[in-house]
């Protein structure tokens, strides 16, 4: 799962090393002289109520089907208007993307550890979008602290049907950006739910990913977590199971945003140093170009 990750002020941070401790709060009320005061949208009920049929085997159906469970935007919402991190042409390439996204959600699929709910957060800042976590709602939904625990106390298939339903809730919204979780793609369904916005892939190396997991730890990554010896060499031969079994469904991705691309235009090949305002402005780059050609098409 992504763990949950705040912005500092001082300055722009490299992409490695950002992750907060789980459970440790990124929430920030945006100041009232906010640039996009005008635009803050309006809160938006989420609520969590099962309506599918599930298939699992699980003996514990899923909670969501339970009970509902009422959040307001403001538990996830991330906006401070003027972006620390993005300098003025930067938030006019935001405004440049919003006519075409026309109030569709935003997507981010990727591996764990892929910076999902940091960029995401950036991104929600400068087009005046709210921000959710995927896994933070399923954890909410069933009234379980952590995805690490849900694993442990039911099972991955009764925390990927929850998953879903998050997800086809959050389908009937309008000017979201969604973090997912790293395996939110293995189930078509959750596709046919994503593609109603637009989807950007965070496609980063499997090394930089089993450094970066290695150093904040494993805790809180149950398909991580069970596996023993040297942290590194266990970490990067389980990622790169998981992404040989889940390539080919980030790539149903609408946009990719890779890493190495952002690295090298910028004359290096380390992407660990890359800032996170670096891969939002790639993500913004993408996304306005999958949306003018689409735009272009229909014409």
Request: aromatic fraction near 8%; charge should be positive.
């Amino acid at each position: 799962m992504e763990a949950s990750v705040g912005i500092q002020r001082a300055r722009p941070r490299a992409w490695a090393g950002l992750d907060k401790p789980h459970g440790a709060s990124s929430a920030r009320v945006p100041p009232a002289s906010s640039r996009f005061a005008a635009e803050k949208p309006p809160p938006q009920r989420l609520v969590l109520q099962g309506t599918h049929p599930w298939t699992s085997t699980d003996p514990v159906r899923p909670a969501v089907l339970k009970k509902s469970i009422t959040l307001l935007t403001k538990l996830s919402y991330f906006r401070s208007g003027k972006s620390i991190l993005f300098g003025i042409g930067n938030n006019q390439k935001a405004q440049d993307v919003l006519p075409y996204l026309d109030g569709r959600c935003v997507y981010l699929v990727g591996m764990m550890g892929s910076g999902k709910t940091t960029v995401g957060k950036i991104l929600a800042e400068v087009l005046g979008y709210s921000f959710f976590d995927s896994d933070k709602l399923v954890e909410k939904a069933v009234g379980i602290s952590s995805v690490a625990e849900i694993f442990q106390l039911h099972s991955e298939a009764f925390f990927r049907d929850n998953e879903s339903e998050v997800l086809r809730d959050l389908s009937s919204m309008h000017r979201l950006v969604v973090a997912t979780g790293g395996g939110a793609v293995i189930r078509p369904i959750n596709w046919s739910f994503m593609k109603k916005g637009l989807t950007v892939w965070l496609d980063v190396p499997l090394d930089a990913l089993a450094r970066r997991i290695t150093a904040v730890g494993t805790a809180s990554r149950p398909l991580l977590h069970q596996e023993s010896g040297d942290p590194y060499a266990k970490a990067y031969a389980k990622l790169t199971s998981l992404f040989e079994q889940r390539m080919d469904s980030y790539a149903n991705a609408d946009a990719r945003v890779s890493l190495e691309h952002i690295a090298l235009k910028q004359g290096h090949n380390d992407v660990t140093i890359l800032t996170p305002s670096a891969i939002a402005i790639e993500a913004l780059l993408k996304m306005e170009s999958f949306l003018t050609e689409k735009a272009m098409v229909r014409k």
